[in-house]
């Protein structure tokens, strides 16, 4: 791998990372979104570069796939979903504050890091460098999933799961296979769409997404 190839692996992976980290920072879901879609253009980024190292025209075709619907379609659904009302533009209330957020995200990629020890010692690597990166995408879309109350953003943290599960795939492999590939996403944007149709209804019925107040309700 030359060092252009390096540095542009390093750059798309760094701003994988800092977006997931933004997610914690940001409170307007508006400007979530856009954070996830910038998130979307670095993954396609990072596929597009090992698919250049390697000569595979497949995973220079799942880039453009990728960017296609991880930075244009699913930010676009999730925009869609937000749409009908003005009580669901920030997160208000999360269950960790905005400063221990960040706090446990430098926990979680601390984490990220020690735990991906074993896989970068095997086949060192500029792509397995990067393996922690990935792991640390996982932990903290989980971190989101777990301590958001608003359903957008708890998709948000799924949707941020399953880019870090694709980036450490593609890192530590010569590359899975496309059909694989687009089974998966479909899959993904199938689970959006389901979620939006429900988000929609639970407006309609409830007015709003905050889960702790349905509790209340059920309660």
């Known amino acids: 791998m030359s060092a252009v190839h390096v ?16 997610v914690l920072w940001r409170r307007e879901l508006v400007v979530i979104i856009r954070v996830f879609a910038v998130q979307g253009i670095a993954l396609a980024a990072l596929i597009a570069v090992l698919g250049a190292v390697q000569g595979s025209l497949e995973l220079a075709v799942f880039a453009v796939g990728v960017l296609v619907l991880r930075a244009g379609v ?85 949707l941020l799961m399953d880019n870090g599960i694709t980036a450490v795939g593609f890192l530590t492999t010569a590359g899975i296979g496309l059909v694989v590939e687009v089974g998966v996403a479909l899959d993904v944007l199938l689970v959006v769409l389901v979620l939006q149709i429900l988000t929609g209804r639970m407006r309609e019925v409830f007015g709003g997404t905050d889960l702790d107040e349905l509790r209340e309700l059920s309660d």
């Open 7 to 22: 540095q542009l692996l390093n750059l798309s992976a760094g701003a994988l990372l800092l977006s997931a980290v933004l």
């Open 74 to 158: 699913l930010p676009g659904l999730l925009r869609y979903a937000l749409a009908s009302g003005p009580q669901e533009r920030r997160e208000t209330r999360p269950l960790v504050n905005v400063a221990a957020s960040l706090l446990a995200a430098a926990v979680l990629t601390l984490l990220a890091l020690a735990v991906s020890q074993p896989i970068t010692a095997l086949a060192p690597s500029s792509a397995t460098q990067a393996v922690p990166i990935g792991i640390a995408v996982v932990l903290i879309g989980f971190f989101v999933l777990v301590t958001r109350r608003r359903a957008v953003s708890q998709l948000v943290g799924f």
